[in-house]
């Protein structure tokens, strides 16, 4: 590009803790959400190849008689109607803070400044962002899992070769669509013509936007740490089982465990709070580099 935009994309992490306040609670939801669906794949494995299906509905079967068992479906209902609504809101309000820090208007910088961008921006955004997860890679992933259950291995091949196809679809529609959130926010475009605009940007900045596309990586290191998180989790608590008989130090164990479990989930939290807000500021900053040519062409 003929401008660095990493030099002020890092500028602005290094600068603005208030926007990573902001996003801390949206990246808390992004992460737990991430968190239930790689335990959910490891606790299936486990359960799949120890041949343990038994043992685990009768804990499903027990679990649902439990007196709290409601408790626990409504609090689940909740968090995932958090997730499924703030996420979306947060990415208009995220955008528009770091406009407001590279056009140096401080006074934006408020809570009110911040709920009126979510909610402006709220329809749109909430409609690209549910569309983009079709194509996301934990998605595919998942989906991949899944029509394997469904379907048994003996269909492992051509699954396979669908959801390779599918992958490589993926990629080419994220980079294709890298501007749309853009041109929703500053443009004040609907989803479909937004993705017309973005696509235009992206044939003509191919290069620029396929390089920078891969930054997008860094997102997915969360994965790779969350996976981490739950593999070690559950073995530190069968090994404490295992060999701890007092129930002194069992509790004492368990409550330091607990502890450093959450203060693991709040790091990467905060990791994924900044890796998320710099790779948006990098895409912001592609964004009004090209707009420049862009505008000129339109012209």
Same mark, same amino acid.
């Given at each position: 590009?003929?401008h660095?935009?990493?030099?002020p994309s890092?500028?602005?992490?290094?600068?603005?803790?208030?926007?990573k306040?902001?996003?801390f609670?949206p990246?808390?939801?992004?992460?737990?959400y991430?968190?239930?669906?790689?335990?959910?794949?490891i606790?299936?494995?486990y359960i799949?190849?120890?041949?343990l299906?038994?043992?685990f509905?009768?804990?499903?079967?027990?679990?649902?008689?439990k007196? &709290? /068992?409601?408790?626990v %479906?409504?609090? @689940?209902? =909740?968090?995932?109607?958090?997730y #499924?609504?703030?996420k979306?809101?947060?990415e208009g309000?995220?955008v528009?803070?770091?406009?407001?820090?590279?056009n140096?208007?401080?006074?934006?910088?408020r809570l009110?400044?911040?709920?009126?961008?979510?909610?402006l921006?709220?329809?749109?955004?909430f409609?690209?962002h549910?569309?983009?997860?079709?194509?996301r890679l934990?998605?595919?992933?998942t989906?991949y899992?899944l029509?394997l259950?469904i379907f048994?291995?003996?269909?492992?091949f051509?699954i396979?070769?669908?959801?390779?196809?599918?992958?490589?679809?993926?990629f080419?529609?994220?980079?294709?669509f890298?501007?749309s959130?853009?041109?929703?926010?500053?443009e004040k475009?609907?989803?479909f013509?937004?993705?017309?605009?973005?696509?235009?940007?992206?044939?003509?900045?191919?290069?620029?936007?396929?390089k920078? &596309? /891969?930054?997008?990586? %860094?997102?997915? @290191?969360r =994965?790779i740490l969350?996976?981490v #998180?739950f593999?070690v989790?559950?073995?530190?608590?069968?090994?404490?089982f295992?060999?701890i008989?007092?129930k002194f130090f069992f509790?004492?164990?368990?409550s330091l465990?607990?502890?450093?479990?959450?203060?693991f989930?709040?790091?990467i939290?905060?990791?994924?709070?900044?890796?998320?807000i710099?790779?948006?500021?990098l895409w912001?900053?592609?964004?009004k580099?090209?707009?420049?040519?862009?505008?000129?062409?339109?012209n």
């Amino acid at each position: 590009m003929e401008h660095n935009i990493i030099t002020p994309s890092w500028e602005l992490i290094n600068k603005t803790n208030t926007i990573k306040k902001f996003n801390f609670i949206p990246s808390l939801l992004s992460t737990l959400y991430l968190s239930v669906i790689v335990f959910y794949q490891i606790a299936f494995t486990y359960i799949y190849i120890f041949e343990l299906k038994d043992q685990f509905f009768s804990l499903v079967i027990d679990f649902v008689h439990k007196s &709290y /068992f409601i408790e626990v %479906l409504i609090t @689940l209902a =909740i968090w995932f109607v958090l997730y #499924m609504f703030v996420k979306p809101l947060a990415e208009g309000g995220i955008v528009c803070l770091i406009d407001a820090f590279y056009n140096k208007e401080a006074g934006k910088y408020r809570l009110s400044y911040w709920i009126s961008q979510w909610l402006l921006h709220f329809l749109p955004v909430f409609e690209f962002h549910n569309f983009m997860g079709f194509f996301r890679l934990l998605s595919i992933i998942t989906f991949y899992f899944l029509t394997l259950r469904i379907f048994g291995q003996n269909y492992a091949f051509v699954i396979s070769i669908v959801f390779g196809i599918y992958l490589l679809l993926s990629f080419v529609i994220n980079i294709l669509f890298a501007y749309s959130k853009f041109f929703i926010i500053f443009e004040k475009k609907w989803i479909f013509e937004a993705i017309s605009l973005s696509t235009r940007m992206t044939l003509d900045n191919m290069w620029t936007t396929s390089k920078l &596309y /891969f930054t997008l990586f %860094l997102v997915y @290191l969360r =994965i790779i740490l969350t996976v981490v #998180m739950f593999l070690v989790f559950p073995i530190i608590v069968s090994t404490i089982f295992a060999y701890i008989s007092s129930k002194f130090f069992f509790i004492f164990f368990i409550s330091l465990i607990a502890i450093i479990f959450v203060v693991f989930l709040l790091l990467i939290t905060h990791l994924n709070s900044v890796v998320e807000i710099f790779v948006d500021s990098l895409w912001y900053n592609a964004y009004k580099d090209n707009k420049k040519t862009f505008e000129i062409e339109e012209n």
